[in-house]
């Protein structure tokens, strides 16, 4: 680890960059920048690092975390869907920290929708999620980019929850079975909305997650597995036999592969764990063609 460090934004710095750029934040965008040093300084030590990772940073906006994250690793890929701070986020590295410039990269792109990310394979992600995206952008990034073995994310503390939920849980549904797909998800700590510009509605809340290997159920695609978990939980007060009875094109159907993959019929989806749907998936394949 170097011992020199970036020079951080303050409220200030951050109101007389968004003042000379005439940038007001875009709900659309789902806009909400950190102005709290501690707060990013608290991101970077909880990621747990190491010196020679390549971070994926989605949403720099104006730079605050970019600071943080810059002389703790060897290089950080900021993915900005804006154009204008995109541009501008070169120009507040070079000035707060000219030492660590030659290790940022910026892209400038819909980070829901890149389909490669250009230079050295990123292994971490470490973001602050616009709230409107924040769960389609960490699946995405998750199937998209390999190579993330583990990450760091600030989302809204409603989501962190959804993410993090375990089977039985009343908010365990999609997003939860989906993220554990893909890696052990936990819940890293709360974040007051009053380190935000503008100040949100809502607080926020820390994931961490680490990448895992999939259920090891043969015979069965991301794709059908995530089919089956988007049915069980479009209606998620009904039983299995009833909820998957249009995906399996009855409810016998549905009753005849849910034993088969040893799932109770009377169950709901909120009580299977990721395995569970992986079998119900590969079980909906005995018998075809």
Request: without cysteine; aromatic residues 4%; proline residues 8%.
């Amino acid at each position: 680890m170097v011992a020199q460090a970036s020079a951080l934004l303050s409220p200030a710095d951050i109101r007389e960059i968004a003042g000379r750029l005439d940038l007001r934040p875009a709900k659309r965008l789902g806009q909400n920048f950190v102005t709290d040093a501690g707060t990013v300084r608290r991101i970077v030590s909880l990621a747990r690092l190491a010196p020679d990772e390549v971070v994926l940073e989605v949403g720099p906006g104006f730079g605050s975390l970019t600071l943080a994250l810059l002389p703790a690793v060897r290089r950080v890929t900021a993915v900005e869907i804006d154009p204008q701070l995109a541009a501008e986020l070169p120009v507040t590295v070079a000035s707060r920290a000219a030492h660590f410039s030659q290790r940022l990269r910026v892209v400038t792109a819909d980070a829901a929708r890149i389909s490669e990310v250009p230079g050295d394979p990123p292994t971490a992600l470490v973001a602050n999620l616009p709230y409107n995206v924040a769960v389609p952008v960490v699946l995405h990034l998750l199937a998209t980019v390999p190579s993330l073995r583990h990450g760091l994310v600030m989302v809204q503390a409603e989501a962190a929850d959804r993410m993090t939920a375990t089977p039985g849980s009343r908010i365990y549904g999609v997003p939860s079975v989906k993220l554990a797909w893909y890696a052990a998800a936990r819940r890293a700590g709360p974040v007051p909305r009053t380190v935000f510009w503008p100040v949100p509605n809502v607080d926020s809340g820390l994931v961490s997650f680490t990448r895992q290997d999939p259920p090891a159920v043969p015979g069965v695609s991301r794709d059908d597995v995530f089919t089956v978990v988007d049915a069980a939980f479009a209606q998620r007060r009904k039983t299995l036999r009833a909820a998957l009875a249009g995906w399996a094109g009855s409810a016998a159907g549905a009753e005849r592969i849910l034993r088969a993959a040893g799932v109770d019929p009377g169950a709901r989806g909120e009580s299977l764990g990721v395995e569970a749907f992986a079998r119900i998936a590969a079980a909906a394949t005995i018998g075809e063609p």
